[in-house]
T-cell receptor
Framework: DAGITQSPRHKVTETGTPVTLRCHQTENHRYMYWYRQDPGHGLRLIHY???????DKGEVSDGYSVSRSKTEDFLLTLESATSSQTSVYFC????????????FGPGTRLTVT | SQQGEEDPQALSIQEGENATMNCSYK?????LQWYRQNSGRGLVHLIL?????REKHSGRLRVTLDTSKKSSSLLITASRAADTASYFCATVSRSNDYKLSFGAGTTVTVRA
């Protein structure tokens, strides 16, 4: 596996609480991504980063924010968690955009009650 | 929005048989990638095929791409129990800023 870790791996939280998920890489790849995976939807991109402090929105970014203060860390924050954000969250990295595969972390299962 | 759509949604085969799954997409692409996901794990990249390529092989995997029909297929030959997984196609296009756009996946079960 590529050097990608996610923490926590599992989390249960209550509606309205803030939650931060962390992705850490040891590959020094420029691009980092956050996806969510829900049954019947495949993976959908939430936010991505193309460098330190450089981020952009994906197709399902509402309710999420991200930060990247170091090359190796990409944080996903749910400011006020809702039940619709119950999902499995995956971080991915890639060296570049065109013609490059992405390497995925093991995922974080988040349940919002 | 999802660019790729896999067919079938689920596939059950006997060990040793071949498994074929298809992916259709809507807009012009730069490349198409196939990923595998074992239960409870992250996705693993299998093959990348560029828009100017028609066929690519990797071990027991064969991928074809028909840009005129906007479709791709993944063939797994001589399947093994370890091939039991979900398989996703993902398209990359300039119009989507080279971001991966995933389909909903095909779940393959290989029976011993």
């Amino acid at each position: 596996d590529a050097g990608i870790t996610q923490s926590p791996r599992h989390k249960v939280t209550e509606t309205g609480t803030p939650v931060t998920l962390r992705c850490h890489q040891t590959e020094n790849h420029r691009y980092m991504y956050w996806y969510r995976q829900d049954p019947g939807h495949g993976l959908r991109l939430i936010h991505y980063s193309y460098g330190v402090k450089d981020t952009d929105k994906g197709e399902v970014s509402d309710g999420y924010s991200v930060s990247r203060s170091k090359t190796e860390d990409f944080l996903l924050t749910l400011e006020s968690a809702t039940s619709s954000q119950t999902s499995v969250y995956f971080c991915a990295i890639s060296e570049n955009r065109e013609l490059y595969e992405q390497y995925f972390g093991p995922g974080t299962r988040l349940t919002v009650t | 929005s999802q660019q790729g759509e896999e067919d079938p949604q689920a596939l059950s085969i006997q060990e040793g048989e071949n498994a074929t799954m298809n992916c259709s997409y809507k807009t012009s692409i730069n490349n198409l990638q196939w990923y595998r996901q074992n239960s409870g794990r992250g996705l693993v990249h299998l093959i990348l095929i560029r828009s100017n390529e028609r066929e690519k092989h990797s071990g027991r995997l064969r991928v074809t791409l028909d840009t005129s029909k906007k479709s791709s297929s993944l063939l797994i030959t001589a399947s093994r129990a370890a091939d039991t997984a979900s398989y996703f196609c993902a398209t990359v296009s300039r119009s989507n800023d080279y971001k991966l756009s995933f389909g909903a996946g095909t779940t393959v079960t290989v029976r011993a």
